[in-house]
Each structure stands twice: as structure tokens, then as C-alpha cells.
């Protein structure tokens, strides 16, 4: 698909053609990964951020957030409810620190999991940009999967975005640096960020496949009370955002074909069938919240946040019948590597 097909897609407003789109894409997921959705049980660690993203409620200015660490224990408590609970594998997700005690603290976290499941719970990190060094010690520690979204393919609007010291740059460089490390490579973007265009989005979407990435991450962009970027969004703006965001899941299954596409729970946020919306329109992976239910009301990155008291097994009842509800069934005790990533190792 070309850039002005992929535009033309994304200004569609015949709710016939739009729907077509979505049929499109779900043949095509069908096609390429099944009617399987995996779970990736996803540990929020802790609030604590060096950074100040102008979009994020956990922004290292902003002092209206209680600051939270996770213990070991309650760490390993989560990611045994996990792998008890057939989820074949988890990410472990936090503000962005790159001190020494950090790294040393996630590089333990990871070979206590691993130990505790035997080697069997597939292991996602998403703790953004760190040094090779550091990757590397990660990756051996027994970690296999990375998500850093570079939040826009557009170096100008990235940095209308971020403070001065933020760099596109250096995000690209992870992103090269963690597939060089071995690491199969998630990306994505924020859908309806302000000053972001069509012409963007359908960049984003040439982007993943142009850096050939294994795992998409993206959703809509909402906004935090809280946050510099407060204001330049409304209400409109929402329901708009969530559209959108459907139609670059579809459009991204189109034209990435056999990557993994995640339904973030961003949709879920604006609609509460948001997920399955996803799953319909391509998507093939799903991230239920498995932090703690004291910890969550913290980790805000944005408002109106979902399943803020729900504990992790109502959620999993919850997520398994609404995905029976589409026809779909739960890929159990299995990694679910992306299709791409085995094809591409195939090949070299
Ligand atoms: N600190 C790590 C991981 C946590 S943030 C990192 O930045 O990679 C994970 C993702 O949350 C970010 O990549 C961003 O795309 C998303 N996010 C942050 N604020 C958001 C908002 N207001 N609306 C939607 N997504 C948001
Ligand atoms: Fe920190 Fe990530 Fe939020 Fe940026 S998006 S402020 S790095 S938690």
C-alpha cells in the first residue's frame, strides 16, 4: 500500500468502507497468526521517572503523584499469578531510570522469574531507553522481548512533545541496539497527539515496516489532567482518536501482514469493548493488568485508566469471556513469538 492509500484510509469516513477495512485486516491476522489471542500479563514495577514526556502523568515534574517501588516479592507474587494462570508470558513495564541500582534490581528480577517458572514464562521488558551495556545485561539475564514506542516516526513533532534532552535519536539507536542484541523488537506510536497529522500516521505505519519490526504497540493518545499537554485535546477528540486508532491497527496488519499487533488497553479506556474492537480489526495480543490493584491508582499515564480495582483474575474471567463472545480463543502456556521474528530468523 502506498503513503496516499494508507492517508486516503485514514481521512475514510463511509462507516461501510471503514468496516471493510477492518474485515480486510481481520482476514488477514486470520491468514497469518489464527484466531489465537495471547495474553502478555503486564507488571507495572514502579512510578519512579527520570524523564518528563509532555504527554505522561507519571513525568518526573509532576509532584501531584504518590512515588511507588514494587518489592521482589510482590514482583514475583504477580508473574506467579501469571504463569499459573496459563498466561504464557509477561512485561515487566516502568518510568525510565538508568541508575546502577536499577539496572542491577530488574537484571535479579528477571532470573528469580525465570527461575521461578522454569524457564517457561516468555519475558518482555518495556523500562525504555538504557545503554547497549545494559540491554545486554537484560538479555542475558534471561529477557527476550523489548517495547520501546518511538511515540512518532516524525523527528519535529517527537520533539514538540518531549523536553529539549529527549532525543528521537537516541530512541532510534535503542531501537537498532536492541535488535543487535538479540531482543525481538516491539515499536508503536500515540494515536491523535496533538499537532500529529494523517500524513504522520501513515509514515508511522512505513516506519514498522521499513525498520522491520516484530510487535506493534500503539493507542490512542489521552490526555493526563496533570500534564503540560493538558487542553490541547477535547472531549471530540477522544471518540476520534479511538477510530483512528482501529484504523491503524487494520491498516498496519495490512501492510506488516504476520507481526503481533497489541490491543492496549488505551482503547479500553475510550470504549469498553475497546479491546475486542481491536482484536476485530487485526489486532492479535492482549496485555491484561497484573500490578498489584494498591498500586494501580499511581501508575496513571493517562486519565480515565480502566480496571483500576479489579484484581488480576477477575480480569482474566473477564477478558476470556468477552473473547469467546468474538470467536476467538486464548493461546494458554504458549509465548506466542511473533510469526515475523521466527520467519526472519528462518531466513538468515
Ligand atoms: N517509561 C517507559 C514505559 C512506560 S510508558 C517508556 O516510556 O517506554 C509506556 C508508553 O505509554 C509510552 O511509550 C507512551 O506511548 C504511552 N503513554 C504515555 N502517556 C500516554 C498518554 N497520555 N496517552 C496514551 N499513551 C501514553
Ligand atoms: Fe517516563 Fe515513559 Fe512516562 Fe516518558 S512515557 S515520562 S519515560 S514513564
Not at 191 to 201: R, V
Not at 205 to 216: A, S
Not at 239 to 248: I, P
Not at 287 to 309: A, E
Request: proline share 3%; charged share 25%.
Amino acid at each position: 500500500m502506498k503513503r496516499i492509500d494508507l492517508i486516503n484510509w485514514l481521512s475514510e469516513t463511509d462507516p461501510n468502507k471503514v468496516q471493510d477495512l477492518y474485515s480486510r485486516a481481520y482476514a488477514m491476522k486470520v491468514k497469518h497468526v489464527g484466531k489465537i489471542v495471547y495474553f502478555r500479563g503486564i507488571i507495572e514495577l514502579s512510578n519512579i521517572c527520570a524523564k518528563n514526556c509532555f504527554y505522561c502523568g507519571i513525568r518526573k515534574d509532576n509532584d501531584h503523584v504518590e512515588r511507588f517501588q514494587m518489592t521482589d516479592e510482590e514482583v514475583l507474587e504477580s508473574a506467579k499469578l501469571a504463569f499459573d494462570s496459563g498466561y504464557g508470558s509477561i512485561v515487566l513495564q516502568s518510568g525510565e531510570r538508568s541508575d546502577e541500582n536499577f539496572v542491577a534490581w530488574i537484571e535479579q528480577l528477571i532470573g528469580q522469574i525465570k527461575k521461578m517458572s522454569n524457564s517457561q514464562l516468555g519475558l518482555t521488558l518495556s523500562l525504555g531507553e538504557q545503554t547497549r551495556e545494559t540491554y545486554r545485561r537484560w538479555f542475558k539475564a534471561g529477557a527476550h522481548r523489548y517495547l520501546l514506542r518511538i511515540e512518532t516516526s516524525n523527528p519535529e513533532l517527537y520533539q514538540k512533545l518531549h523536553p529539549a534532552d529527549h532525543s528521537h535519536e537516541k530512541r532510534l539507536d535503542c531501537l537498532k541496539i536492541l535488535r543487535q542484541e538479540g531482543f525481538q523488537v516491539g515499536t508503536g506510536v500515540m494515536i491523535g497527539l496533538p499537532h500529529q497529522t494523517l500524513s504522520d500516521l501513515a509514515d508511522d505505519i512505513l516506519f514498522f515496516k521499513n525498520f522491520d519490526v516484530d510487535m506493534i504497540g500503539m493507542g490512542p493518545y489521552i490526555s493526563h489532567h496533570d500534564t503540560p499537554l493538558v487542553g490541547l485535546t477535547d472531549k471530540t477528540d477522544k471518540a476520534n482518536n479511538f477510530d483512528l486508532s482501529l484504523k491503524m491497527i487494520a491498516l498496519t496488519r495490512l501492510v506488516l501482514e504476520d507481526v503481533n499487533i497489541a490491543s492496549t488497553t488505551a482503547l479500553q479506556a475510550i470504549d469498553p469493548a475497546g479491546r475486542e474492537k481491536g482484536l476485530l480489526a487485526g489486532a492479535n495480543i492482549i496485555m491484561p493488568n497484573i500490578t498489584h490493584t494498591k498500586y494501580r491508582r499511581f501508575y496513571q499515564l493517562y486519565d480515565d485508566k480502566p480496571c483500576l480495582d479489579e484484581n488480576a483474575l477477575v480480569c482474566k474471567s473477564c477478558l476470556e469471556t468477552r473473547i469467546k463472545n468474538i470467536g476467538e480463543e486464548i493461546g494458554y502456556g504458549k509465548w506466542g513469538d511473533s510469526k515475523h521474528f521466527k520467519h526472519s530468523i528462518q531466513e538468515k
